[in-house]
């Protein structure tokens, strides 16, 4: 599986979260996180996400209109494209934020992966990270922070190119937190938000994007 450039177009804006309740980050046991097999359940996340930039604008309408068409999106049988849930991991003081070099896309991300069936995208996150990167006790807030629709080359699958409908949410570490990649993964780095235009890491436009929403959305949670 080869990844190839994001439709929803590139982002470096830091972006300014207007945070109305500090509320309460959500954990594996919280029992919004059960699973949800409701398509509307992920379009209720995607309805409520406000966008911050033009590219945020754009991906919304999109995975919403293709949702509207598609009553298997959320199942990643569905040929043409599927939810995919991802996130901008934190240490505990936001000061890192955590990529994984993919093994199949040669290239650094941020942790996510399909959906799976379940509309309960913020557990989609959670679990994606917790695989992705061995950290246990993470945990996840639970209002989407980006949203993406990016083309992905899968030349087994029956639609050789088809969509990730990715919405994105910020996930904090604790402060013990230790990394362990998994074999999706042949590398994890934590990095500052200084480094994301590192040209070692060649983070692509939308990687940094979430990073740059991630940090500021952290920056006012957390400290």
């Not at 500090?22 to 966008?51: N, R």
């Not at 990016?150 to 910020?170: C, M, P, Q, T």
């Not at 604790?174 to 590192?198: C, F, G, I, K, Y």
């Not at 940094?208 to 940090?215: C, K, L, P, S, W």
Request: glycine letters at 8%; a negative charge.
């Amino acid at each position: 599986m080869l990844f190839r450039s994001t439709v929803s177009g590139s982002s470096r804006a830091r972006g300014r979260f207007e945070v109305k309740s500090q509320g309460e980050w959500w954990h594996g046991e919280t029992p919004e996180m059960a699973f949800d097999g409701q398509l509307s359940t992920a379009m209720k996340i995607v309805e409520g996400f406000e966008p911050l930039d033009g590219q945020q604008i754009q991906a919304k309408q999109t995975i919403l209109e293709f949702a509207e068409k598609h009553k298997d999106s959320l199942h990643r049988s569905c040929p043409s494209g599927h939810f995919t849930g991802s996130c901008w991991v934190v240490n505990s003081d936001a000061s890192k934020g955590l990529v994984l070099l993919h093994a199949k896309a040669q290239k650094w991300l941020q942790p996510g992966g399909h959906a799976d069936g379940d509309g309960r995208l913020q557990a989609v996150a959670l679990k994606e990270a917790l695989e992705e990167t061995g950290i246990a006790d993470l945990q996840v807030w639970p209002r989407a922070i980006d949203v993406d629709v990016h083309e992905v080359v899968d030349k087994r699958a029956k639609e050789i190119v088809h969509l990730h409908l990715d919405v994105r949410f910020l996930i904090k570490a604790p402060q013990s937190a230790v990394a362990r990649r998994n074999h999706e993964s042949l590398d994890l780095r934590w990095v500052a938000r200084e480094e994301l235009n590192d040209p070692r890491l060649a983070l692509d436009p939308s990687t940094q994007r979430v990073a740059n929403y991630g940090f500021a959305l952290a920056d006012q949670l957390m400290h």
